[in-house]
């Protein structure tokens, strides 16, 4: 199962997306975070429906200094998986 997410609120500049990379790495989804030019977060991840439900969780919580006011999802079609490796960060070096 791909999910793409998309995170608003005070989501950059607060450790959004190495939170994300944590939580993500420890259910052993492939994908990626990064920021997007509006000052959102955009997460696509590909696990268990198990996984990506306990991901939207951690996404709706957010880290610390965080504020989610809309989260927004979506699925892809299965093929989108076949480019995704351990989950990272994008942009972030």
Request: proline share 1%; hydrophobic share 40%; charged share 30%.
């Amino acid at each position: 199962m791909v999910l793409h997410f998309l995170i608003q609120g005070r989501v950059q500049g607060v450790g959004f997306r190495w939170f994300v990379h944590r939580e993500a790495s420890e259910l052993d989804l492939r994908g990626w975070v990064r920021n997007t030019e509006d000052g959102d977060v955009e997460v696509v991840a590909h696990g268990t429906e198990t996984d990506l439900a306990e991901l939207r969780s951690s996404l709706r919580r957010g880290p610390r200094g965080s504020r989610v006011d809309r989260l927004t999802e979506h699925y892809l079609d299965e093929t989108e998986a076949a480019g995704l490796d351990a989950f990272r960060i994008e942009g972030a070096w």
